[in-house]
């Protein structure tokens, strides 16, 4: 809104500074989304007043509340509204988007809208229309012969593509807290290293039951320390039983996977005996080179080469996998994507049907995993590590719930509870 359009209620036209009216809904009162705003408000320099409010009266009864904001300057103010826009405000007057055609291949025009991993909205012709491909740190791009909107990542962005500039015309919806007694309504902190896991544990298995149940997909995201702690099995059991549809990991899993199943090892390491093998230090590079040779891990399966593991139950069940390659890799596996901007978007095909995301001891692959998932995905970050999870809040993925604890008795114990 331009500064001549700024309007201040009557009773404050002789008071310095530009107003603006906000109105949030929903259920702020319990999810502490009002003093949110209030407090944001206040940091960011400016003033409020709550012109209206309306609890609900019933646990289920959204509240209103209608709150004109002061600051000195029009800059100022847009700043605050730009902000107050992630946590569901939204001005009581809104204006269309204001949308501005891409100048550069690859990059988004001046202040165009970074969009958060919340459901947002866009108004086109007086309509508030969906986002399609929620995705934290994107810009909108908008078809305004079609009215549709999505997001886009800014290597995607083409010359003259219609992108949203600016906070106006845009509007999020925040995921409320939940209000059931499931784990994602127990735990009332993101990382778990003192609740009890049974309890965890069963929250757990009884999301990856009711994801499976309402047609969505469930995704693991795993790193090595799967199979050096011994846990392959039971992760080849979940897949076989067709609980995991998606995987996502790196080239270190596979080839360690497939080490195991070949050499019985893992780094050289008998998972039988725990002791190490006599040039069993070759054993990953071995087992790579083996595949490699094959023409790839279904060639191998196909071939009788490879007869057990993670990576042969994923193509048994028909899994959809994506291996994101590093610099560090040995090999790679061909299956590895070594290119990280085609990994990237054959994750973002990947995760479309996801409802729900388990994460487990793997700090890269889970945060890059948060980043693409938007807020109403399930997440449940497993990790010895309680800074594992504490990178994927800061990060952005706040839906995230933590479980601190090692690896295989977790696995171990879903497998079983998700027999019962």
Known sequence: MAQSER?????????????????VTGHIIDSLLLPKILDRILQMGGTFEIRECRVGARRVDPSYARITIRAATVDELDAILGDLVEHGASPVHPEDAKVVPADIEGAFPENFYST??????????????????????????????????????????????????????????????????SLFGFMS??????????????????????????????????????????????VAELIREGWIQTLFAGNALAAHDIEQALFGTSLGVSLTHGEAIE???????????????????????????????????????????????????????????????????RMRQAIRDVGFALLIATALHSIA???????????????????T??????????????????VEPFLRSLALELKK
């Not at 790839?296 to 994101?324: F, P, Q």
């Not at 948060?370 to 997440?379: D, I, Q, R, S």
């Open 369 to 387: 995993t948060g980043n693409l998932l938007p807020a109403w995905v399930k997440v449940v970050c497993v990790d010895i590590n309680p800074a």
């Open 189 to 234: 902190s993101n990382v778990s290293s003192e609740k009890p896991k049974a309890i965890s544990l069963q929250g757990v298995a009884d999301s990856i039951r009711a994801t499976r149940a309402g047609g969505k997909k469930v995704l693991l995201v795993g790193g090595p320390a799967i199979i050096h702690t011994g846990s392959a099995g039971h």
């Open 116 to 181: 958060t991993n919340q459901h947002t909205q866009v108004r086109l012709g007086g309509h508030w229309i969906d986002v399609a491909d929620q995705e934290m740190d994107c810009g909108i791009a908008v078809d305004l012969a079609t009215r549709s909107a999505r997001c886009v990542p800014m290597t995607d962005v083409m010359l003259g593509m219609p992108i949203v500039v600016g906070h106006e015309g845009v509007r999020v919806i925040p995921v409320e807290r939940p209000r059931d007694s």
């Open 279 to 345: 040039h069993g230090h070759e054993h990953h590079l071995r087992a790579i080179n083996t595949i490699r040779r094959l023409g790839g891990i279904k060639h191998a399966v196909a071939s009788g080469v490879l007869r057990s593991g993670i990576m042969y139950e994923c193509v048994a069940a028909d899994v959809d996998v994506v291996l994101a390659g590093s610099i560090r890799d040995d090999g790679p596996l061909p299956e590895v994507i070594t290119d990280v901007l085609a990994a990237q978007e």
């Open 7 to 23: 309007r201040s209620p009557a009773s404050e036209r002789a008071a310095p500074g530009v107003v603006e009216d906000v109105e």
């Open 389 to 406: 999870v504490t990178k994927l809040s800061d990060r952005g993925t706040f839906q995230t719930i933590g479980m601190v604890t090692d």
